[in-house]
């Protein structure tokens, strides 16, 4: 369940923003609509999109890391975008090499101005004398968005903290404020809602650990698991105590969040959304490299999906999904990479949200780590195993062909950007092209995803050099 911005009405001017990753020229109408997404950065009533190439060489750096916004219109996503690194005008820090800007995105209107605003990590930051101590950049939205920025104070800083590994923006108390969560390697701080531009945020709730003591953190995801209105972090890793991979889940509560149940299955991503339409947000965790951990795997190497779904006393049993599933397109081949990516969204308007799964490994006849996603449908009894489809560069009407190491399905989000009430596919391919990346957008229909109405927009689209990995990251 996403944030829900405030109303505003605001007058718009067009971008013009020069510097660094490339210069952008966004076109905002004379009379801006209501701000009503935690992801509309310029106020234009259009969902827009971040996406990360943290491994992008920045004046000489290598890694140093940059982020496009491609801005939202009503037939959806666009190429008109601004591109931001740490050498863009209002940006602070200066690019480094393995700084990694842009590992991690996250939105929501901090300020409660009634603009979405845009938090960029940079995990490997170095900080004085603390290599890789990381950082995180809030970055204001507006009518001319991300002109002036600020970034968050550490707590407890120390070497290779990886402050900023991952971001999460949600309400967690239940005042109807967007709060941040930042994911450092072994705890979490969450810093509270109305922050104040031109002031450095200092965190709230500082070193939160889950039942279960420390968890080395992997990725976050927000959504109402127990149904109170007050928005709940997932947090996946690995379970220090028994190198086994784990969810923490931290329960909103009115004044702070609180740890609530340690679960098994994760490691590598989860996403939260209601799949069955009963009002309680359900959760799927991935683990796509089965090897790395001490973890029972049924998928033979390939990634399997532990769905557990939501209620009032939170969350439930473990259904655990993979491509030797009954109902499954595919089989279970060892580095598929199947779980790579999560996404929940409603891709046909019912109602109930679909699962969308990424296997950036999967090979597609001959053609080697090529890539794929899973589409598994909501119904009234959870993730539905009939109807399932895969969709690939192969799928009919979907531009590009499948070349070797492509990784399509290397991020993937559920949003409806061009707001006819179904949720579209953006997808990446951070190998595409060479190592240069690449990203498509399929609309929803009432039948699913069919293909048609594809978009694919590459990494010179937006400006970018070749071998940028554009797409290794994308608001989640």
Not at 206 to 223: D, F, K, M, W, Y
């Amino acid at each position: 369940m996403s944030l829900q911005l405030r109303t505003a009405i605001a007058t718009a001017t067009a971008v013009a923003l020069a510097g660094g990753l490339l210069t952008a020229v966004t076109a905002a109408p004379a009379v801006a609509a209501a701000a009503k997404y935690a992801d509309d950065f310029n106020g234009d009533g259009h969902r827009d999109l971040a996406i990360g190439a943290p491994y992008k060489t920045i004046d000489g750096a290598s890694a140093a890391g940059g982020v496009v916004v491609a801005f939202g219109s009503s037939t959806g996503l666009t190429t008109k975008k601004v591109g931001l690194t740490q050498s863009s005008s209002g940006v602070p820090g200066t690019p480094e090499e393995g700084d990694h800007f842009g590992m991690s995105i996250a939105s929501g209107d901090l300020d409660a101005d009634g603009y979405a605003d845009l938090v960029v990590g940079a995990d490997g930051e170095d900080v004085g004398s603390n290599e890789g101590q990381g950082s995180v950049t809030i970055l204001w939205g507006g009518t001319r968005p991300f002109t002036s920025s600020t970034t968050t104070v550490v707590a407890d800083p120390h070497q290779w903290q990886g402050h900023g590994w991952d971001v999460a923006v949600g309400d967690f108390t239940g005042d109807s404020g967007a709060d941040l969560a930042v994911i450092d390697s072994d705890s979490v701080a969450v810093y509270a809602g109305g922050l104040a531009r031109g002031s450095q945020p200092v965190p709230t709730y500082t070193g939160l650990t889950g039942p279960g003591g420390q968890l080395g953190n992997s990725e976050a995801a927000v959504g109402d698991i127990d149904g109170d209105g007050k928005d709940d972090l997932a947090v996946t890793g690995r379970d220090d105590g028994n190198d086994r991979p784990a969810v923490d889940v931290f329960y909103g509560r009115t004044g702070r969040p609180q740890p609530g149940a340690r679960v098994t299955g994760g490691g590598t991503d989860v996403a939260l959304g209601d799949v069955n339409g009963d009002g309680y947000d359900d959760m799927a965790a991935s683990l796509t490299w089965p090897e790395l951990y001490s973890a029972a795997d049924p998928s033979g190497g390939a990634g399997f999906v532990t769905v557990r779904y939501g209620s009032e006393s939170g969350v439930g049993g473990p259904v655990v999904i993979h491509q030797n599933s009954t109902g499954v397109p595919g089989a279970n081949e060892d580095s598929d990479g199947f779980g790579c990516s999560l996404a929940f969204g409603d891709i046909t308007g019912d109602g109930r949200d679909e699962l969308v799964v990424g296997a950036n490994g999967e090979d597609l006849g001959s053609v080697k780590n090529a890539g794929d996603v899973t589409v598994f449908r909501g119904s009234a009894s959870g993730v539905s195993m009939s109807g399932v489809v895969r969709v690939s560069q192969d799928t009919t009407a979907v531009p590009g062909g499948p070349e070797t190491d492509d990784l399509f399905g290397a991020r993937v989000r559920l949003v409806d950007y061009n707001r006819n009430g179904k949720a579209d596919l953006a997808v990446t391919a951070s190998f595409e092209n060479t190592r240069s990346g690449a990203l498509w957008s399929l609309p929803g229909t009432s039948s699913g995803l069919t293909g048609s109405g594809s978009k694919v927009f590459t990494s010179g689209d937006y400006g970018l050099a070749n071998g940028s990995r554009f797409g290794e990251s994308m608001l989640d």
